[in-house]
């Protein structure tokens, strides 16, 4: 399988790594953004290359029988549109959110700068976690040309295949946020939640169905 879990900055996602690592050495897991210079939250083309090199990567690894954890900033719906995700025979998503005075806490704390930006930001990721309608312009304007939107184009709020767990990470210490996130990996290796998305076939796409 190919776990994501996700959520805006001072969300506690980035801190997951190395207990992940430690409590499910099996598995492959990494930071989303190991690959990329840390600069703020990644512009959407960015962010949505990311997630289908993450997604590639978690290919290989269903090859040689291995599942695959990555701790970041994807988005839901950018994950059931890159153009390989198809390929993916089991795939589960979590969302890590907490209060905003906290999570301004957390990142001003951390070094870093919170502003109105990122409040909206995760506001947002909020609803689009449990609800596929919400302004889905705000990822799908200036992104990888190669994403598939039909995918999920057209799926409501109560479309079974739009699952996004939500765990809240407020007023909590690392390890329990670990704890929380350890539990709903395991859960999901359990339940193996097969991906429910047709593959394209490329040489029907116009180029306007790959945005």
């Not at 719906?77 to 998503?93: D, F, K, R, W």
């Not at 889905?136 to 295949?161: C, H, K, S, Y």
């Amino acid at each position: 399988m190919l776990l994501f879990v996700t959520g805006a900055a001072g969300s506690g996602k980035t801190t997951m790594v190395p207990g992940l690592r430690k409590k499910f050495p099996e598995y492959d897991v990494h930071d989303f953004d190991e690959r990329a210079l840390r600069s703020g939250r990644a512009d959407t083309r960015r962010r949505q290359e990311q997630t289908e090199f993450w997604i590639n990567r978690a290919i290989e690894n269903q090859h040689q029988g291995k599942d695959t954890i990555i701790c970041g900033g994807a988005v839901f719906g950018e994950i059931l549109a890159c153009p390989s995700v198809h390929q993916i025979e089991g795939l589960a998503a979590c969302l890590l959110d907490c209060g905003d005075v906290e999570r301004v806490q957390r990142i001003r704390s951390a070094g870093g700068e919170a502003t109105m930006e990122t409040l909206a930001w995760s506001a947002w990721l909020r609803m689009h976690c449990v609800d596929p309608t919400w302004y889905p312009q705000v990822i799908r304007e200036q992104g990888f040309d190669l994403m598939n939107w039909a995918n999920w184009e057209g799926w409501e709020p109560d479309d079974t295949r739009w699952k996004v767990q939500v765990i809240d990470t407020s007023g909590k210490r690392t390890d329990q946020i670990l704890g929380l996130v350890a539990k709903w990996v395991v859960a999901q290796m359990s339940a193996n939640q097969p991906l429910s998305i047709e593959p394209t076939n490329e040489d029907e796409m116009q180029p306007a169905d790959r945005r």
